[in-house]
């Protein structure tokens, strides 16, 4: 799967008033077809994204961090309209956690004995539907690779901004091993959030701070 080559959906996002014109654009030379194409790709593309996943991953392939932020939130938002209607139809507890335990998630939830019979139908809706389940943790893995990205931006500025060499190295490693752990997908009637989503950011925060390179 060549994530960067010629126009794909993520140009489009890229540059919403290029998209509007693009699409108009089709519109007109009688390509009616756009939405399906586009829903098409969104269901399709699960083992083209498991293959470019592992070349990413395995430093065969790269994307910028731009595309790869593109790809969370295009593939996030079918996933989150499903949860959340899902969820709102069982009348599930709010705030649940989806946690990755041996390959599977699981529904995580403080619940009452009522509302636990709603998290186990939830349960057996993950459990029957691998689709689901694979998309999920494609998001979560997606997430983690832009997260050490940036962090690897974030460590660039630190050394920039006249942070030691050794502070540099620490937060890298710190860094790295914290965005690793965070595999969680936390689930409201508001949002749908990947638990690693934007940590990169807030280490850096932190690390600017305690460095005192932050102003």
């Not at 209607?85 to 946690?99: A, F």
């Not at 937060?171 to 790295?176: D, K, T, Y």
């Amino acid at each position: 799967m060549q994530i960067q080559t010629g126009q794909s959906l993520f140009d489009y996002l890229d540059n919403p008033q290029k998209s509007q014109q693009n699409l108009e654009q089709l519109a007109s030379n009688g390509h009616q077809n756009m939405r399906a194409e586009l829903t098409e790709l969104s269901d399709t593309s699960r083992e083209q994204m498991d293959e470019a996943l592992k070349k990413m991953e395995s430093g065969e392939s790269s994307v910028k961090l731009q595309t790869l932020d593109n790809m969370i939130a295009f593939n996030l938002r079918p996933v989150a309209a499903e949860l959340q209607d899902l969820s709102g139809r069982l009348g599930l507890p709010q705030p649940l956690t989806l946690e990755q335990q041996q390959g599977k998630w699981q529904v995580v939830s403080e619940s009452s004995e009522q509302q636990s019979k709603s998290v186990e139908r939830m349960q057996q809706y993950l459990d029957a539907n691998q689709p689901l389940q694979e998309k999920l943790s494609q998001l979560s893995r997606l997430s983690e690779m832009h997260e050490w990205g940036k962090t690897r931006e974030f460590a660039a500025e630190l050394k920039t901004q006249g942070a030691a060499e050794e502070k540099v190295v620490d937060f890298l490693s710190h860094s790295r091993e914290h965005i690793k752990g965070l595999n969680d997908i936390s689930l409201s009637s508001d949002e749908v959030r990947l638990q690693s989503r934007g940590e990169a950011q807030r280490l850096f925060d932190v690390a600017s701070k305690n460095l005192g390179l932050n102003g």
